[in-house]
């Protein structure tokens, strides 16, 4: 039980990689906030899940680009668990649509800027005034930070380049008292492919991957839990590559 009596946030934490994170946190000992903005079910499911093995969770929904609802997060942490926050897991963000440059408007810019990167400053300044020596922030980047991503992903990809960036920045403004890393997924079988992506583009990216399959959740979730452990704890800065080989950094 690795992190027992330490507390986790998880933001975007009701569906998919947020969810999974949220369960295997839990699993090691962890008392667990749970963000969601459109998940409800899969939060609140989750609660009743680790409450009924023991554990402690709470979910609260909360729009993570807007200061109020991440104030408002951080203090019902705070108030049902405890001052101090050991883990932040920020899996907030999204694509939104898919849009070329000539497509997209400055809004759609801004909203996905605003999704994937704006959320992770307000909610990171939020939390390490909170977060004791020790403490570790793991964030969602995207192999996009990495390749530029897909078709119509030039915000998107723009802005999970910029949680790299952020990470780095972090990990040597918050050291040695916090760690921050952070994940670079490929193609993991979650809503966000079941979306945009077309089931013959993943299955031609799953056989191009040297693995020959598609990630998972689960998967993501045993990297985001190893960062927020004392395993790694010569580890920061990082932008770890998960995607069964298929790009190498």
């Known amino acids: 039980m690795q992190f027992e009596g330490k507390t986790a946030i998880v933001t975007g934490g009701g569906r998919d990689i947020g969810r999974a994170c949220v369960m295997r946190l839990a699993a090691q000992g962890a008392r667990v906030a749970i ?20 554990g ?8 993570m680009t807007d200061p109020a609802d991440v104030s408002a997060l951080v203090e019902e942490t705070q108030s049902r668990f405890g001052d101090k926050i050991d883990i932040l897991v920020h899996v907030t963000g999204g694509l ?5 440059i000539l497509e997209m408007d ?7 800027m605003a999704l994937n990167t704006t959320s992770l400053f307000l909610t990171a300044k939020a939390v390490v005034p909170r977060m004791p020596a020790g403490g570790s922030i793991v964030a969602l980047a995207s192999q996009a930070g990495r390749d530029g991503g897909g078709p119509g992903a030039v915000a998107y990809a723009s802005s999970k380049g910029a949680v790299m960036t952020m990470t780095r920045a972090l990990a040597k403004e918050l050291s040695p008292a916090i760690r921050v890393n952070a994940l670079c997924p490929g193609m993991i079988d979650t809503d966000f492919h079941n979306t945009f992506t077309k089931p013959e583009v993943r299955a031609n990216v799953a056989k191009a991957t040297p693995l020959k399959r598609e990630g998972t959740s689960e998967d993501c979730a045993e990297l985001v839990a190893f960062l927020a ?21």
């Open 229 to 249: 452990s004392d395993q790694s704890a010569f580890m920061t800065g990082t932008c770890i590559d998960i995607n069964g080989g298929l790009l190498f950094s």
């Open 96 to 100: 939104l649509a898919r849009k070329t």
């Open 35 to 54: 963000n969601y903005f459109s998940s409800a079910e899969g939060a609140k499911t989750a609660v009743g899940e680790i409450m009924s093995v023991g």
């Open 56 to 63: 402690e969770a709470f979910a609260l929904k909360g729009d």
């Open 106 to 112: 400055r809004d759609h810019w801004d909203r996905v």
